[in-house]
């Protein structure tokens, strides 16, 4: 089992800058593709960046493409989420999730085998 804790959202003015952290334990998550993914009110949880497990290869969607990187630290066991330029339009809760290694790249929340519970992230205008 892989318990996963997010931290560092908050409250931010557009433009500004932020970086999640998500803290593994009960498991190295040195073996598992670790991925990020965020959800509006009222809307369905989206992708916004994964990391093959190797830290080799970063893949982001669209939209986030150029602000935000994602990076891990395989020694502290954790994955983080540097998001700049932030605005109104990224405010979600932002879940951290990790898969199997077979998985690393995986836009999709169902091959994410364990999540954190969210931290909330708001981009005021």
């Known amino acids: 089992q892989v318990q996963l804790v997010e931290s560092g959202g908050g409250l931010v003015q557009a433009g500004g800058s932020l970086r999640l952290s998500c803290a593994a334990s009960?498991?190295?998550?040195?073996?598992?593709?670790m991925g990020w993914f965020r959800q509006a009110p009222g809307k369905e949880r989206e992708f916004v960046a994964a990391i093959h497990y190797s830290g080799g290869h970063t893949y982001y969607i669209a939209s986030v493409k150029g602000r935000f990187i994602i990076s891990r630290d395989n020694a502290e066991n954790t994955v983080y989420l540097q998001m700049n330029s932030l605005k109104p339009e990224d405010t979600a809760v932002y879940y951290c999730a990790a898969a199997a290694a077979s998985y690393s790249g995986s836009t999709y929340a169902r091959d994410y085998t364990y999540w954190g519970q969210g931290t909330q992230v708001t981009v005021s205008s």
């Open positions: 009960g498991r190295t998550v040195s073996t598992y593709a």
